[in-house]
């Protein structure tokens, strides 16, 4: 295999890997399932294995992804945070055990627990006081949520025992408030929850604790982090200590020693887990005894002494009824499937998503056929497979149209791409979710302008484009229907807010084909104002760092489109931000070009860089005769012979590059 292939193909395992921690741990809206982001993580385990010149110091699968939002006021753990490892078959937990057995002579005494799907807490108590609480982070500190725990009735703020001490487990909402909270949410026209995991994160984070004790948030408590009781040597033992400590644990943990009892157990609740008032997503299985679970230690992510047996994503059949096409705010056109409704993983599902065309082809799926469905991510409704024995004579072939379905403008497909768009900037539905877009709460967090009030807009003919939103008639808005006096000053503050947004946020929300958060992030760390950007070459583009053909191409096409530079023309005039946060910049570097290869001494990766970018300097991710600099460290790859080659790139070592910024 290409040596250039193996390290593209690593860097976009990382980049996906890094995606889908954003989607989870701090955004609560993951698109997979666990299962298929422990196999993205095992492809790059394998990749990095084989090809260690390509590990960094800190890769994905040696770490975890964290929660911690930026600004947040942030704590140490006194004991670290752990994850745990995933089994997804019976047969991988007998092996595990196995091992055990094998390595210490028996079989060890387990205990089993139900994994509930909510959100990790991290308790500290003194002289049995509540002290602090905070979310799991990155396992080594996290953030402070200490007043929306308060809120929580089954945490008590006051124990028995007066010694430090940490205590673990999970914040959830039960099913009921979930269903209760979705309805009102309904009601009020607002997004509903996609499932009570996510409900349950979001909630814990809110600036308003008086919304946090309205939602009846609940809590099991499993185990402790730094704690000293000699007395207590088991984990059932520590879990009948917490009990006596006021803390809710599980009903249903039990103790058993044999295989045979774990695989009884797991089949028990994998059949009967939605009779519960909470959802779990599997069985924890741990070693009892604390003297075999110090034997037995931690790799760099997991505890040796503990499993997580994930239970099979539900499947369900029903019929598919009709198939409908979205269009998107880039243009693109989404197939949706219209299903017979369903009950499958805590909710009704009517609708699910097909990808595109080549996703219909591949199925060879008709309209009246029977279809299995899942929750990918036991989130997003997925058709995994049709029943082609029940297909009726009445099956209706799909077809994908050749025009927008909204503004009739013909489809095109890009060169080896799958998908369809609409290339009519003007298309209705496309602005109005640039608009929505826009206004979201990870771009520019427009509170009170979300689908319906745009909606009520374009067809009040308020606005009809992005920059229209710093022109509206506030006094014609409280006029509208179901509007008033105080939505259109909330609405105007909310708006005057936006324009102070991060120079990151608003790129974000520019809608840039292709260019999510995390792009828009590695953008304007590179570039300290929209007008770099605007005088960009696509080659500027594609030196940055993490940042591919595909991007570069997309990004130099926006940023040279006459409709895009007016929308940024009327931005700046309205005052909203459009240059980035450059705090204590000494510009020693002046904005010279460096790459790094090879390993480093006084440095890891993440170090160099920023040190780099605090003195002025930019990171690229390829050598090319725009480069300034090469730091060369202990065994350096092929970069150095391009430089070489090149002639007019200065290849400089670590302590070169420390005289330069006076160290």
Not at 46 to 65: A, F, H, M, R
Not at 189 to 206: D, M, Q, S, V
Not at 303 to 332: I, S
Not at 611 to 623: A, C, D, L
Request: charged fraction near 30%; aromatic fraction near 10%; hydrophobic fraction near 35%.
């Amino acid at each position: 295999m290409d040596d250039l292939f193996i390290e593209e193909e690593i860097k976009n395992l990382r980049k996906k890997i890094a995606y889908h921690n954003e989607l989870y741990y701090k955004k609560a809206q993951p698109v997979i399932s666990d299962y298929e982001f422990d196999k993205l993580v095992k492809q790059l385990q394998n990749l990095e294995k084989k090809y260690p010149q390509y590990k960094k110091e800190i890769s994905p699968t040696e770490k975890v992804g964290s929660d911690i939002e930026e600004k947040a006021k942030i704590i140490p753990h006194k004991v670290r945070m752990y994850s745990l490892e995933n089994a997804y078959s019976l047969e991988e937990v007998k092996s595990y055990l196995s091992k055990i057995k094998e390595n210490f002579g028996f079989f060890p005494n387990i205990t089993l627990e139900h994994k509930i799907d909510g959100f990790t807490i991290n308790l500290f108590y003194n002289n049995g006081y509540l002290k602090y609480a905070t979310t799991r982070g990155d396992g080594f500190e996290g953030e402070d949520v200490t007043e929306n725990v308060k809120t929580i009735k089954s945490i008590p703020h006051e124990i028995k025992y007066k010694n430090s001490i940490e205590v673990r487990g999970e914040i959830y909402l039960p099913i009921k408030e979930f269903e209760r909270i979705n309805k009102e949410r309904e009601q009020l026209g607002e997004k509903l929850f996609a499932n009570p995991r996510n409900a349950a994160a979001g909630t814990i984070k809110l600036k308003d604790s008086n919304i946090v004790a309205q939602r009846n948030l609940n809590s099991t408590i499993y185990t402790v982090g730094t704690f000293e009781n000699p007395e207590i040597q088991t984990q059932k033992q520590l879990l009948e200590f917490l009990k006596a400590n006021s803390f809710r644990i599980s009903k249903f943990n039990h103790t058993v020693s044999s295989f045979d009892e774990i695989e009884d157990y797991c089949e028990l609740w994998d059949k009967n887990r939605y009779d519960l008032e909470v959802e779990i997503d599997g069985i924890v299985i741990k070693v009892n005894e604390f003297d075999l679970q110090k034997k037995l230690g931690y790799t760099s992510k997991f505890p040796k002494w503990a499993l997580a047996y994930k239970f099979k994503a539900e499947e369900k059949e029903t019929q598919l009824l009709d198939v409908k096409f979205q269009v998107g705010r880039t243009g693109a056109v989404t197939p949706v499937a219209n299903l017979k409704p369903v009950f499958i993983s805590g909710s009704t599902v009517s609708n699910a998503t097909l990808h595109n065309a080549d996703e219909i082809k591949r199925l060879k799926l008709k309209i009246r056929d029977f279809v299995t469905i899942i929750k990918s991510g036991e989130i997003i409704p997925k058709i995994i497979k049709v029943n082609y024995d029940k297909r009726s004579e009445d099956a209706k072939k799909i077809k994908f149209p050749e025009k927008c379905p909204v503004c009739k403008t013909p489809l095109c497909k890009e060169e080896d791409g799958a998908i369809f768009y609409c290339n009519n900037i003007n298309c209705p539905a496309q602005i109005q979710k640039r608009i929505e877009h826009f206004a979201s709460r990870d771009a520019m967090d427009i509170e009170g302008l979300g689908e319906a009030v745009v909606k009520q807009l374009l067809e009040n003919k308020m606005i009809s484009r992005i920059e229209d939103i710093y022109h509206i008639d506030f006094e014609k808005f409280r006029t509208l229907e179901k509007q008033g006096v105080k939505s259109a000053e909330n609405l105007k503050a909310a708006i005057e807010n936006s324009k102070l947004q991060k120079f990151h946020k608003t790129i974000f929300g520019l809608g840039i084909r292709f260019v999510g958060d995390r792009t828009s992030r590695i953008l304007t760390k590179h570039f300290i104002n929209i007008d770099e950007m605007i005088n960009a070459e696509y080659n500027d583009f594609l030196e940055i760092e993490e940042i591919g053909e595909k991007i570069a191409h997309s990004l130099y096409v926006f940023f040279h489109d006459e409709k895009s530079l007016l929308m940024i023309e009327s931005l700046k005039k309205n005052g909203v931000n459009i240059r980035s946060e450059k705090k204590n910049i000494d510009n020693k570097l002046d904005g010279a070009k460096f790459v790094i290869t090879g390993t480093l001494q006084n440095f890891s990766r993440t170090e160099i860089k920023e040190e780099i970018e605090r003195f002025g300097g930019k990171i690229i991710s390829s050598v090319s005769k725009n480069l300034d600099y090469l730091i060369v460290g202990e065994n350096p790859g092929s970069k150095v012979k391009k430089a070489e080659k090149i002639g007019i790139v200065k290849i400089i070592s670590e302590d070169d590059f420390l005289k330069m910024i006076g160290k």
